[in-house]
C-alpha cells in the first residue's frame, strides 16, 4: 500500500501486516455494533497470525443520534488501545441500555463502569478523523476498507465476505 495510514491511534495486529482493515464507526450506531461484533470473531486469527492490522477510528458524525458516541469518543484513553477495544465491546454490547442516556448519566456510567475521565487530546483526534472521513468522502457508518476497497453501509459486509476479502488480499500479497 503506497498511502500513508493515518489516525492509526487505535490499531490492532502488527504493523507491517498484509492486509490493513479500517473501520470509520461510532459507539451509539447499531450497524456499528453488528460490524464490530463481526470483526472481533472474524479477524482474530487473522490478528493472531500477524496477517492483518485492524485499525478503528471513531467518527465523530455530526448527527443527533450519534452525539451520545461523540461524548463516549472523548473520554477514551487512546493511550491504552486494548483497553479502548474491550470497552467498545462491551458498549456496543450493551448499546441500547446507553444509548438514550443523557449527557450527564453517560459521564457518570464512564466514570463509574470504566473509571474514565475526559480527555482533552481527544477533541485533537477526533478533528483529523473527521477531516480524514471528509477527504475520503465517508458519509456514513460504518464505513470499512480493506487495503483502501471500500465497504460503506447500506452495503453490509458479511463475516464470509470479510474473510474473503482478507483471503484474497493475502493471496495477491504471495511472491513466488
Known amino acids: 500500500m503506497g498511502n500513508q495510514i493515518e489516525n492509526t491511534e487505535l490499531s490492532y495486529g502488527h504493523k507491517e501486516a498484509p492486509v490493513t482493515v479500517e473501520v470509520f464507526l461510532n459507539l451509539t450506531c447499531p450497524y456499528c455494533a453488528s460490524f464490530f461484533s463481526l470483526a472481533e470473531e472474524t479477524l482474530k486469527d487473522y490478528l493472531d497470525n500477524d496477517q492483518v492490522t485492524y485499525i478503528i477510528k471513531h467518527y465523530d458524525k455530526p448527527r443527533e443520534m450519534l452525539l451520545n458516541g461523540?461524548?463516549?469518543?472523548?473520554?477514551?484513553?487512546?493511550?491504552?488501545?486494548?483497553?479502548?477495544?474491550?470497552?467498545?465491546?462491551?458498549?456496543?454490547?450493551?448499546?441500547?441500555?446507553?444509548?438514550?442516556?443523557?449527557?450527564?448519566?453517560?459521564?457518570?456510567?464512564?466514570?463509574?463502569?470504566?473509571?474514565?475521565?475526559?480527555?482533552?487530546?481527544?477533541?485533537?483526534?477526533?478533528?483529523?478523523?473527521?477531516?480524514?472521513?471528509?477527504?475520503?468522502?465517508?458519509?456514513?457508518?460504518?464505513?470499512?476498507?480493506?487495503?483502501?476497497?471500500?465497504?460503506?453501509?447500506?452495503?453490509?459486509?458479511?463475516?464470509?465476505?470479510?474473510?474473503?476479502?482478507?483471503?484474497?488480499?493475502?493471496a495477491s500479497k504471495i511472491t513466488y
Open 70 to 170: 461523540t461524548l463516549v469518543n472523548l473520554f477514551l484513553d487512546y493511550e491504552d488501545s486494548s483497553r479502548v477495544r474491550d470497552i467498545m465491546k462491551e458498549l456496543f454490547e450493551t448499546q441500547e441500555q446507553w444509548d438514550q442516556l443523557n449527557n450527564q448519566e453517560i459521564k457518570k456510567l464512564l466514570t463509574d463502569n470504566y473509571q474514565l475521565k475526559e480527555e482533552p487530546k481527544n477533541t485533537d483526534i477526533s478533528l483529523k478523523v473527521t477531516a480524514e472521513a471528509i477527504q475520503r468522502q465517508v458519509k456514513m457508518v460504518p464505513t470499512i476498507f480493506i487495503n483502501n476497497k471500500e465497504y460503506q453501509y447500506p452495503t453490509e459486509i458479511s463475516a464470509a465476505e470479510l474473510t474473503g476479502e482478507i483471503e484474497s488480499a493475502l
